[in-house]
């Protein structure tokens, strides 16, 4: 099987615009989960999709947003970018939500804001 | 709230050593915990976890971590260390908090294997 997939991989953007990344689960997974990775914060939780609804979210201002398709393959969304946004966003998959799930990571998409 | 500590940003061991990187754990209610590896620019591949049932977790690549309620610890360990071990080790925790699951990571230990 395929893993999961990002893209892109890599992207540059300038302070207030906006930006989509996109994430792939593993075949036949349902569940998409979302995170941010940077130097002073760590890894923090965004959301998770599942079945096209959000069912968990983290401490995220509004200006993060996501959504997933029938395919289960699902996007992400951040508006209004600020120079802390830069960071490394990892998209995770898992058959099913619930914490007894397995997340299989993808590589990430490193986001550099200017 | 809930919490997670890796008390130590880097651990170093000789090849052939047993390692351990320590995580300890805040939570209310019972621990979902993980261990995740990240090779440098990779992302997290999963090791093992602990939902529930046997303290002694056995996961990937030979590693395996004791859950011990009473010290709130969840020690990664590996018998002997190989140099293709040397990475970044994170320990996460999950669990309900109204209504919503919560995933909580710690900061994450550098190990270095020493040939």
């Known amino acids: 099987k395929a893993g999961v997939t990002q893209t892109p991989r890599y992207l540059i953007k300038t302070r207030g615009q906006q930006v989509t990344l996109s994430c792939s689960p593993i075949s036949g997974h349902r569940s998409v989960s979302w995170y941010q990775q940077t130097p002073g914060q760590g890894l923090q939780f965004l959301f998770e999709?599942?079945?096209?609804?959000?069912?968990n979210k983290g401490n995220f201002p509004g200006r993060f947003s996501g959504r997933q398709f029938s395919n289960s393959r699902s996007e992400m969304n951040v508006s209004t970018l600020e120079l802390g946004d830069s960071a490394l966003y990892l998209c995770?998959?898992?058959?099913?939500?619930?914490?007894?799930?397995?997340?299989?990571f993808g590589p990430g998409t490193r986001l550099l804001v200017l | 709230a809930q919490s997670v500590a890796q008390p130590e940003d880097q651990v170093n061991v000789a090849e052939g050593n047993p390692l351990t990187v320590k995580c300890t754990y805040s939570?209310?209610?019972?621990?979902?915990l993980f261990w995740y590896v990240q090779y440098p620019n990779r992302g997290l591949q999963f090791l093992l976890k602990?939902?529930?049932?046997?303290?002694l977790v056995k996961g990937s690549y030979g590693f395996e971590a004791e859950f011990n309620k009473s010290q709130t610890s969840f020690h990664l360990k590996k018998p002997s260390a190989l140099v293709s071990d040397s990475a970044l080790y994170f320990c996460a925790v999950r669990s309900y908090s109204g209504g919503y699951q919560k995933v909580t990571f710690g900061t994450g230990t550098k190990l270095q294997v020493i040939p």
């Open positions: 995770a998959s898992s058959a099913n939500t619930g914490f007894q799930e397995t997340q299989y």
């Open positions: 939570v209310s209610g019972n621990p979902y």
């Open positions: 602990y939902i529930t049932g046997d303290n």
């Open positions: 999709y599942f079945s096209e609804t959000q069912r």
